[in-house]
């Protein structure tokens, strides 16, 4: 069976792009062999968990579960798509969450951080000064660089390392970095372990192997010594600068955001916490400003969040809001703790795109149910969230001790459990329904239906029932391939082209200029093209203006929309980008004031104009622009049906939406 045909092309190229693993031939799985993949890792955790084969009545939800898959209606995450099945995933088990979150204190809190960044796993984290400090006196660092080829060998996998005194007393730390994860990721503690005084330190890449090179397990591309070579070298000089003294939060986040542009081009995303009423807190939120002009460029690796652990003064919020603005709208964000703390006893901090409320150290993985597509069927979407929560749940039911972890990571999954049921498609839900009592209502049983689900699987298993269920995350690339509205928000128009970067070496493009697609040259990046794909949503009320029927929603309307969801569906946050502009500042401000109770944390972005095309805001490109029905409708009945079949696996597909390291929810 085969149901690409009931999607749109875009949601299959950006499938095959994301989720579609290599095989072994050289061309991409199906959407069907993905979902097969998948099903065989639930049903791998659950046996494991419950230490027997399954009944009837079990293998019968993994193919209900399959179905959903398969129809697109729910998925497990990006990181279960890509990695179910794999036995990456089950040996490597962090591999498989999304969200994590720990306090950066100790060399072992950095090698947990690198480790899990090289997994693919979102990194929160807070940098917590008095441990961590330079070298004992300033040393010379020397870099030698691989020479390996593709083709070659790879190289040893395990770092060594030694010391030296020369003729004339001189001493000198070798440290040979390993052709592995464990390697790379516990390399990065030796340089913060290093006590001895000495002279001259050779950080030795010559093992590790050339990039372009596919990587078995993990499936991606390996970026060679090139990164990680340049981060150590740049690590080492901040370690020079602060040399016999403790390093201090700013230096911290910068030690986090080097390490998180050693990875390969499936990124990983950052968000770094600093409590408010830190002395270097205004530091920290004009970290990125000008970043450009100083140097600077790895901190776009984390996005950057104060936390207030009370209320904060209308002044307060003004000032955040002046150095917003000053930094170009959208950071720092701000975290509530408070609220947090209400909702999760445990908490500590969040994920990187902040919809999950983290203990020090740990975890949490996550789900999605796509609401829209069950429009005319409530009871059915109460299965499907019951479903899937249950698959969320049996997440939860891995061994996190896979020699590189400190064993609290593993620890705090075992009592938290923490599930992430989430929803998108969720305002093609809430046009379709109306009457804000009806509303209401239903949020609340699609909440009581994930719970029941967790619950009733902890149950089954004798295991602690999850803490917190429910969450809705930004869902920027699931809800391309599942044809719905992203996450919360509401699309910028009804008719738009999205415009979307492939390597211009990737072998759909010939495919794509055939079947009518326009393509070309993406501006400042001659490796890369722009692949122009109709959309559209029928099923979502827009406002008309000049012929285009655009989104005009306030900062206030949406904001609404997030403290509905807080207040009936979720118990974590609710992942969401607001789009304003500066005369709204005031009504935000005071919006957020009069429901801090319910306000755990966002994002702001300035609104562009919706009306308005690239060349009008002086941009060379937009990635989604508004066009008018009679634009879309000219440019989609040209195109032609794209065959993805039996295309080779020669380039890396990237999940765009972490190109940069941090969460695409800014």
């Not at 951080?113 to 984290?125: E, N, R």
């Not at 949490?364 to 059915?380: M, R, S, T």
Request: one cysteine or more.
């Amino acid at each position: 069976m085969n149901n690409y045909q009931e999607f749109s092309t875009r949601a299959n190229v950006v499938t095959r792009r994301t989720y579609n693993r290599p095989k072994e031939d050289g061309t991409f799985e199906t959407w069907e062999e993905t979902a097969d993949r998948v099903i065989e890792h639930q049903k791998w955790l659950w046996e494991r968990a419950k230490a027997d084969t399954l009944d009837m009545a079990e293998i019968v939800e993994l193919e209900k579960l399959r179905m959903l898959m398969i129809e697109r209606k729910a998925t497990p995450s990006g990181r279960t798509l890509w990695l179910g099945g794999t036995n990456v995933a089950k040996t490597r088990e962090a591999s498989q969450f999304n969200c994590s979150f720990g306090r950066i204190e100790t060399v072992h809190d950095i090698v947990d951080a690198m480790w899990l960044l090289l997994q693919g796993c979102g990194v929160g984290f807070e940098p917590v000064v008095g441990t961590l400090n330079g070298f004992a006196k300033k040393v010379n660092v020397r870099v030698i660089r691989s020479a390996k080829v593709l083709g070659e060998a790879k190289g040893c996998p395990d770092n060594q390392s030694w010391r030296s005194v020369d003729e004339v007393g001189k001493k000198t730390y070798h440290l040979k970095i390993g052709d592995s994860a464990e390697a790379w990721a516990k390399s990065a503690g030796k340089l913060f372990a290093m006590k001895d005084a000495v002279d001259v330190l050779i950080l030795d890449f010559s093992e590790v192997r050339a990039a372009g090179e596919r990587l078995k397990g993990y499936g991606w591309i390996s970026s060679g010594d090139e990164t990680i070579s340049s981060a150590f070298q740049r690590i080492c000089d901040l370690l020079n600068g602060r040399a016999g003294q403790l390093l201090t939060r700013i230096d911290i986040l910068d030690v986090l955001n080097h390490l998180g542009t050693t990875l390969s081009s499936r990124r990983s995303a950052e968000i770094a916490l600093m409590p408010v009423s830190d002395p270097e807190v205004d530091n920290f939120i004009s970290a990125k400003k000008d970043f450009w002009l100083h140097g600077n460029e790895h901190r776009q690796q984390s996005n950057n969040s104060i936390v207030f652990h009370k209320k904060p003064t209308q002044w307060e919020l003004s000032y955040i809001f002046d150095k917003m603005v000053e930094a170009g709208g959208s950071e720092p964000g701000f975290i509530n703790a408070e609220s947090a703390k209400k909702r999760a006893p445990h908490f500590k901090g969040v994920n990187p795109c902040a919809e999950i409320l983290l203990g020090n150290k740990s975890f949490c993985n996550l789900v999605e149910v796509d609401w829209g597509k069950f429009l005319q069927d409530f009871g059915g979407l109460q299965e499907a969230v019951e479903i899937v929560a249950r698959a969320n749940y049996r997440q939860t039911c891995v061994n996190l001790d896979d020699g590189v972890l400190q064993r609290s990571w593993h620890e705090l999954n075992e009592f938290l459990r923490l599930c992430g049921v989430g929803a998108t498609g969720i305002v093609k839900f809430l046009d379709h329904h109306t009457g804000q009592n009806n509303v209401v209502t239903m949020l609340q049983a699609l909440r009581s239906s994930a719970k029941k689900g967790a619950n009733s699987m902890a149950d089954e298993l004798g295991l602690p029932r999850a803490k917190l269920v429910t969450t809705v995350k930004p869902s920027g690339t699931l809800s391309k391939i599942m044809d719905t509205t992203e996450g919360v928000h509401k699309p910028l128009g009804k008719y738009l082209f999205n415009n979307v970067t492939f390597s211009k070496h990737d072998e759909i493009i010939p495919k794509l200029v055939a079947s009518g697609y326009k393509v070309i040259e993406k501006p400042f990046e001659s490796d890369s093209v722009l692949v122009t794909f109709p959309v559209a949503y029928e099923d979502v009320k827009f406002d008309l203006v000049d012929g285009k029927e655009v989104n005009l929603e306030t900062a206030i309307s949406q904001l609404d929309r997030y403290k509905l969801m807080m207040d009936h569906y979720v118990d974590h946050n609710c992942s969401v980008t607001i789009s304003y502009d500066n005369g709204e500042i005031p009504d935000i401000i005071t919006w957020i004031l009069d429901n801090w109770d319910t306000y755990v944390g966002v994002s702001f972005i300035y609104r562009n104009d919706p009306t308005k095309s690239a060349a009008d805001l002086g941009y060379a490109y937009l990635p989604q622009e508004v066009v008018s029905e009679e634009v879309y409708r000219a440019y989609a009945n040209t195109l032609m049906p794209v065959d993805l079949t039996n295309l080779a696996s020669t380039d890396d597909l990237t999940d765009e939406e972490c190109l940069t390291g941090a969460c695409p929810i800014r």
